[in-house]
């Protein structure tokens, strides 16, 4: 049965893609994903020691999610089913239990690979609780979703969740470069494709693995061939392919970092035109727009903040349009978000407030929580002084009390001190107002 599990899951290799042909067999081959496969690293270990526990694969299309999966199945020595929550449901997870379920009494693991386990209902994932809980099975569910939104959290917490990343430039150009020399891949023919070419796809697949060997099957299968049998990929070629002009990225992939930053920065010194300029600039070399949306998200906090509020708002609404649009209808979105940020009154308070208190914390990590602040649930917490001395504003008219909420060693500190700019100044006010009624209420003047 094993048997022609394996050989359904990884089939011949007639016709595929070169994604397909070239898909690692082994964790030397896979590209990317060091801070979990690197020497050492707790996911290579626990493949290489064949201690496989249930857990998620978190990450965005294209990094390795499925791959990893069929490494494991080639490692361990489990029965391996492969299950897809596209076109399964629960008659064919029960189907799939009892088969588990007989392996578990033979003595014998089971691993089931999940693709897509986001998709599967609350009663779907629900079925596959009791057989996990009793070691029927070994789940390794791949998703591109939140985790935490997406599975039940009675089965999430019986996985341990490995979040992967997109792969950066220089792992995809090397991924690339692996696919010109391998028999599996372009090995048995002669390609010349430029260095500067490889990184204009590595950037364009945004960090994606299966993308950017697509683009590079497209690009040689329709470059050119000489008499020498040798075939030249030329750079009007891979425009075609990838629909955008690889000189609005530089060769060494700094010019995605540059632009951010430009467009950043523009917005920051109230330059709407600029702004625009740099946006469409990322836009037009095939940036993708929710990567855009996300800066704009950031910078709605960390330079514009309580000084508009609005501006976060518009920021996340963008996002949305993008997500629901993509490109190049949600373009005008993200330029009405651009501009809104550029035109908002300035303030990076909140980002000055917490980087300080994120120093505080991180040399006081181990500072308690003040007994007033604790809740006291149990006889014992009240007998220990739990809540004791608890102050309930609501039940004050000034909906205030003097009640101290930081530890004693931070009983001084001050985090947010507002700048006064735009609607920030009705909250600078405010809080002068508290803070003074609270000085005034403070049990030291009592």
């Not at 011949?12 to 896979?30: D, K, S």
């Not at 800066?295 to 708002?313: M, N, S, T, Y």
């Not at 060693?409 to 001050?414: I, M, N, P, Q, T």
């Not at 920030?424 to 009624?437: C, F, V």
Request: with cysteine.
């Amino acid at each position: 049965m094993r048997e022609m599990e394996q050989l359904s899951l990884f089939g011949g290799e007639e016709n595929q893609p070169l994604a397909a042909r070239l898909r690692p067999e082994t964790l030397e081959e896979f590209a990317g994903q060091t801070h979990l496969l690197g020497p050492g690293k707790v996911l290579r270990r626990l493949i290489e020691g064949d201690r496989i526990s249930s857990m998620i694969f978190w990450g965005p299309p294209g990094v390795g999610k499925t791959t990893l999966a069929r490494i494991i199945a080639n490692r361990t020595k489990a029965a391996f089913i492969d299950f897809s929550a596209v076109t399964s449901g629960i008659k064919e997870i029960r189907t799939v239990m009892e088969r588990a379920e007989a392996n578990r009494r033979c003595g014998e693991k089971t691993i089931l690979f999940v693709d897509e386990i986001h998709r599967f209902n609350k009663a779907q994932q629900d079925a596959f609780l009791p057989f996990v809980e009793k070691g029927s099975i070994i789940l390794i569910g791949a998703t591109t979703e939140n985790p935490s939104f997406e599975i039940n959290g009675a089965l999430l917490s019986r996985c341990r969740v490995f979040v992967l990343r997109a792969l950066t430039a220089g792992e995809l150009t090397g991924l690339l470069e692996r696919a010109l020399r391998d028999p599996r891949g372009f090995g048995g023919q002669a390609v010349r494709i430029s260095p500067d070419m490889l990184e204009s796809i590595a950037l364009f697949a945004n960090g994606d693995a299966r993308a950017a060997l697509s683009t590079l099957e497209m690009a040689v299968l329709n470059g050119d061939l000489d008499r020498d049998g040798v075939l030249t990929v030329r750079p009007e070629t891979l425009e075609q392919c990838i629909s955008k002009k690889s000189l609005l990225y530089d060769k060494k992939g700094e010019e995605h970092y540059n632009l951010i930053s430009a467009l950043h920065k523009s917005m920051r010194n109230s330059d709407p035109d600029a702004a625009v300029y740099w946006l469409a600039r990322m836009l037009e070399a095939g940036e993708d727009p929710l990567y855009v949306a996300r800066r704009v998200i950031r910078f709605a906090g960390e330079d514009v903040g309580l000084a508009d509020p609005e501006a976060l708002r518009t920021a996340v609404d963008a996002y949305q349009a993008c997500h629901f649009l993509g490109m190049p209808e949600c373009s005008v979105h993200l330029t009405q978000a651009v501009v809104h940020m550029s035109l908002a009154p300035k303030s990076n308070a909140l980002y000055v407030a917490y980087e300080e208190a994120k120093r505080d914390a991180e040399k006081q990590l181990a500072e308690p929580v003040p007994l007033v602040l604790r809740n006291a649930p149990t006889g014992l917490m009240r007998e220990l002084d739990y809540g004791k001395g608890y102050q309930y504003a609501h039940d004050r008219e000034e909906k205030l009390t003097a009640m101290r909420c930081l530890p004693d060693s931070l009983a001084d500190r001050s985090y947010y001190r507002p700048w006064g700019e735009g609607r920030e100044k009705e909250w600078k006010k405010r809080l002068e107002q508290i803070k003074s009624w609270k000085k005034e209420h403070s049990p030291q003047n009592e």
